[in-house]
């Protein structure tokens, strides 16, 4: 499965993506779109991008689960931040969403539910 970069609000972005678990999203006026990150997968970006993927990032507290790592030269999962076990890349969920019948399934209706329902929204009105 591939980490793709999604835009906030669109839910499912590439069906290569699980899809089930935090997703992680940039803000549609950031740097990763001029760039054009949105459906790209996060491992083959290098330093430089990252750093400009990591400012866009829409919930930086939530969805930055990447770090460079000098020795593999490349992108790679921060699994000490426990955010990265419940992401839609952890290997729990991953293996979850390519086994458990109607899982993935399941997890394209939510995101696709909380898209067109702008979902985000109601929860955060005052």
Same mark, same amino acid.
């Given at each position: ?53 990591? !400012?866009?990032?829409?919930?930086? @507290?939530?969805?930055?689960?990447? %770090? ?6 490349? +992108?790679?999962? /921060? ?8 992401? !839609?890349?952890?290997?729990?969920? @991953?293996?979850?969403?390519?086994? %458990? ?6 997890? +394209?209706?939510? /995101? ?15």
């Amino acid at each position: 499965m591939e980490t793709v970069i999604k835009l906030k609000g669109n839910g499912v972005e590439n069906s290569s993506a699980t899809n089930t678990g935090t997703s992680v999203e940039v803000t549609a006026d950031s740097r990763a779109i001029e760039m054009k990150f949105v459906g790209c997968d996060v491992l083959t970006l290098n330093p430089s991008e990252l750093e400009a993927f990591k !400012e866009s990032l829409v919930d930086k @507290s939530r969805m930055d689960l990447y %770090i460079w790592s000098t020795t593999s030269n490349r +992108v790679v999962f /921060d699994t000490s931040n426990m955010n990265y076990w419940i992401s !839609e890349y952890s290997p729990i969920l @991953s293996w979850s969403s390519e086994n %458990i019948g109607g899982f993935r399934a399941f997890s +394209v209706f939510h /995101d696709k539910w909380m898209a067109n329902w702008q979902i985000g929204k109601l929860a955060n009105r005052k």
